[in-house]
């Protein structure tokens, strides 16, 4: 993947990063994220919940810091803005409050690091997005997201998601599973009126499949998210009917992070597969 590429990709879109797992190096790639849109222009960034901090809040893990530039303009709290080497202008104070403090969309004048604190709930997140896209004019967001919900994303429009995976060969089938599995996943069709579907309320578990009519051709559910099945049940279910989703997130890549496994065998491999989702094997070394 070459710089430019790497670059545009990002701009005038919003972007969440989210992973299979904690510490699979999000916050690296949303930094490696941050600085390719800083080529063309400021970029903006969020979390959900609470991230960035130095040490992970319950593994103790030291994690990468969030590198904000002046002109960057991001969502966190004013006791973060007070700990951060930075300087800001906060640009509006919301009524949200966190266990860390009041949210503030803030702009930085001076670099430095700083900690994100993101709202608990989709809509506040879209209100906070809407501010800094229509007030402020940013249109290259990335949203550092949860490692495992992906919710947020049907939350704001035309957004799109690249998912971190951190491999070796001890989870590489696993990890293989569950990628083919989000790629048929995230090709589900828009369900619509006109479809006399089964619908399927919250997660559709393996429990839920006894459920299931008979003579059903079409079953809907919310969104990939709501897919709980392993890719084996998911291949025999989709030989009986055809689901479709009524919220479709944008899967718009797979970060793989790989450890002792050569980049051209993975490759090969993810091919034989059949997954045809962009792969974008350890970027950081296109800084």
């Given amino acids: 993947m070459n710089t430019t590429n790497a670059t545009y990709r990002f701009i005038n879109n919003t ?3 989210m992973g299979n797992r904690k510490n699979a190096g999000k916050t690296t790639f949303m930094n490696w994220a941050l600085n390719q849109i800083r080529k063309v222009e400021a970029p903006a960034f969020a ?3 609470i991230d960035g901090e130095s040490h992970d809040q319950i ?4 994690k990468p810091s969030i590198k904000t530039e002046p002109g960057d303009v991001f969502i966190t709290s004013y006791p973060m803005l007070r700990k951060s080497s930075g300087l800001f202008k906060v640009e509006k104070a919301f009524q949200i409050k966190t266990p860390l403090g009041q949210l503030v969309v803030a702009k930085t004048l001076r670099s430095g690091t700083v900690e994100l604190v993101g709202p608990e709930y989709n809509e506040q997140l879209k209100h906070l997005i809407d501010f800094i896209r229509q ?3 940013y249109r290259s967001i990335i949203i550092d997201g949860a490692a495992s919900r992906l919710t947020p994303v049907s939350a704001i429009a035309n957004s799109g998601f690249y998912y971190v995976v951190n491999i070796d060969r001890r989870n590489m089938k696993k990890a293989l599973e569950q990628m083919q599995l989000l790629s048929v996943s995230a090709g589900f069709e828009m369900a619509s009126q006109d479809d006399n ?3 399927i309320e919250g997660a559709l578990t393996p429990g839920k499949l006894s459920s299931i009519p008979r003579n059903c051709q079409t079953v809907v559910i919310n969104d990939l998210t709501a897919i709980f099945l392993n890719y084996e049940q998911l291949q025999h279910l989709q ?3 055809i689901i479709k989703v009524i919220n479709r997130p944008i899967l718009k890549g797979y970060v793989a992070v790989l450890k002792d496994i050569a980049q051209e065998a993975f490759s090969q491999l993810y091919m034989s597969k059949g997954i045809r989702t962009e792969l974008i094997l350890n970027p950081y ?3």
């Fill in 197 to 199: 579907a089964f619908v």
């Fill in 15 to 17: 972007s969440f990063v």
């Fill in 135 to 137: 007030e402020l004019n």
């Fill in 59 to 62: 593994d103790g893990r030291d």
């Fill in 47 to 49: 979390t959900i919940g």
């Fill in 239 to 241: 030989k009986r009917v």
């Fill in 285 to 287: 070394v296109h800084q």
